[in-house]
C-alpha cells in the first residue's frame, strides 16, 4: 500500500500491540476474541473469519484494549477491503492475444461459488412443435392462393365479356 498506509492492517495491528507489550493471550482474554481470530486479522487473514460483519468489531475491541483510534483502524479496514476486492475483480487483458485465444496457463482457475452454480441448458425447441408451426404455415399459405383462384374465377363468371351477348357465351346462337 502506497502513501499512508504503506503497512497492511495486520501489520499496523501487530506493530502497534507489540510497541505496547500486550501478547496475544493477554489482548484475548480482554476482549473475549478468540486467539485464532486475533492471530487472523494481524495476518490480514480476514478470509478465516466466517462472517464478514463481525469483523469491524472485532477490530474495535482490538483497537479499544491496545489504545489505537478505532477509525483509522476501521478506515484502514475499509481500504484493505476494498482494494482486495478490486484485486479480485481485475483481470489483465493479454498485450498480444494470440490466434486460438487465452492459453491454459493465462486462465484462472473458477472461483469456489461457480461450482454451486448449475450451468445454463440450451433451451431445445421439441420438433413436434416446430412442424406444427411449418402445417399451419403451408395451410395458411395453400387457403389464401385458393381464395385468390376463387376470386379470379368470380370474377370471370359474374361480368361477361365485353361485345358479346350472353347466348353467345353459352355456346348457342341467336
Given amino acids: 500500500m502506497p502513501g499512508r498506509y504503506a503497512e497492511t492492517l495486520g501489520q499496523y495491528l501487530r506493530r502497534e500491540r507489540e510497541s505496547r507489550s500486550i501478547s496475544l493471550e493477554e489482548l484475548s482474554k480482554g476482549t473475549r476474541i478468540s486467539l485464532p481470530i486475533l492471530e487472523a486479522l494481524e495476518r490480514d487473514d480476514f478470509a ?3 462472517q464478514r ?4 468489531g472485532f477490530l474495535r475491541g482490538f483497537a479499544r484494549h491496545v489504545g489505537l483510534d478505532r477509525d483509522e483502524v476501521l478506515r484502514r479496514y475499509r481500504i484493505q477491503s476494498e482494494l482486495a476486492g478490486r484485486k479480485e475483480k481485475f483481470r489483465q487483458m493479454p498485450l498480444f492475444p494470440g490466434p486460438g485465444g487465452p492459453t491454459e496457463e ?4 473458477e472461483p469456489e461459488w461457480a461450482e454451486r452454480i448449475p450451468p445454463r441448458e440450451k433451451k431445445k425447441i421439441p420438433w413436434k ?3 406444427q408451426v411449418a402445417i399451419v404455415l ?3 399459405g395453400l ?3 385458393l381464395h385468390q383462384i376463387l376470386k379470379k374465377t368470380e370474377k370471370g363468371g359474374q361480368n361477361p365479356a365485353p361485345g358479346r351477348n350472353p347466348a353467345e357465351r353459352s355456346g348457342k346462337s341467336a
Avoid: V
Fill in 48 to 50: 478465516f473469519i466466517p
Fill in 143 to 145: 387457403s389464401l392462393y
Fill in 129 to 131: 412443435i416446430l412442424l
Fill in 53 to 56: 460483519e463481525f469483523i469491524p
Fill in 138 to 140: 403451408m395451410a395458411l
Fill in 106 to 109: 493465462a486462465t484462472e482457475p
